[in-house]
């Protein structure tokens, strides 16, 4: 009987038991692979915060901003409790360096492009300190959401004082204003990216002890730029379509200048003109 070859000229039997032995193969190593993927894919557990809160900032990946509050939410309260447990094992006071440190270790292994930044301060207030703790939660070059916690330090012992989140896509920083009575005032602000100049947004908040209130905000100040003083705020900034008008011409327009009387009630806008690029 003449045996059958394939075009290559191997016995057709040969080929069948080749094709076998890789159906049995893939059968063999399909069930280890599966098992693989679903190990890698199972989150860490919280007690290894480190690598917990990095595999949530991961899953922000893809999402758009409004939709993340289930994944910044959780993120945020381990984050804070993380930080009570912190101040609970130490009577010692804290300083900045060290808060900023503490959220250093538990946000190390974020990967790229998640990421978050801390941005911490410590303040005397009515014989104690206030430690302003916060941090920036990033997903994308444009997707960020900004969280400001805090925590009233006194006599051995350090508890959370007030919890706000900042305005999105907003990174953190701090200006201090003289103190107004006994209540201790500051503002945060920051800038948006996402054009071709950075956007500032600043709000001024008063903390009398029991809560935190804001008293004066603006948003979106397309190239702005703030200093306080001791009795003002000053802020620079452009008009987005006059920059835009005059830079088609290759003119360059004119910048503003905002000043702001600070008052009992929060800031009262003195005077705004126009001044040299």
Request: proline share 8%.
């Amino acid at each position: 009987m003449q045996t059958r070859t394939s075009e290559k000229g191997i016995p057709l039997r040969q080929w069948l038991r080749i094709l076998a032995a890789f159906v049995v193969l893939v059968a063999a190593f399909a069930p280890a692979a599966a098992l693989a993927k679903k190990a890698k894919d199972k989150p860490p557990p919280v007690s290894d915060l480190p690598n917990y809160l990095s595999y949530l900032a991961w899953k922000l990946r893809g999402v758009h901003i409004d939709d993340s509050e289930p994944i910044t939410s959780e993120f945020q309260k381990l984050a804070l409790d993380d930080l009570e447990q912190w101040f609970a094992k130490s009577p010692q006071p804290k300083t900045d360096v060290e808060v900023r440190r503490e959220l250093e270790r538990i946000f190390y292994n974020l990967r790229y492009p998640t990421s978050a930044v801390p941005a911490c301060f410590d303040q005397p207030w009515k014989g104690g300190v206030l430690l302003g703790t916060g941090y920036t939660l990033g997903w994308t070059n444009y997707n960020r959401m900004s969280v400001f916690a805090l925590f009233a330090q006194r006599e051995g012992k350090t508890g959370l004082a007030a919890v706000t989140n900042f305005l999105p896509f907003v990174d953190l920083h701090y200006e201090f204003l003289p103190p107004q009575g006994d209540d201790f005032r500051f503002i945060i602000y920051g800038t948006r990216p996402g054009k071709s100049q950075p956007r500032l947004s600043a709000i001024l908040y008063s903390f009398d002890g029991q809560s935190l209130k804001s008293q004066w905000e603006t948003h979106d100040l397309f190239d702005g730029k703030m200093q306080v003083d001791n009795n003002k705020v000053t802020i620079r900034y452009l008009n987005e379509n006059e920059y835009v008008r005059e830079q088609a011409h290759r003119r360059n327009p004119p910048r503003h200048e905002a000043i702001y009387k600070i008052t009992p009630q929060g800031l009262e806008l003195e005077s705004d003109r126009e001044i040299p690029f």
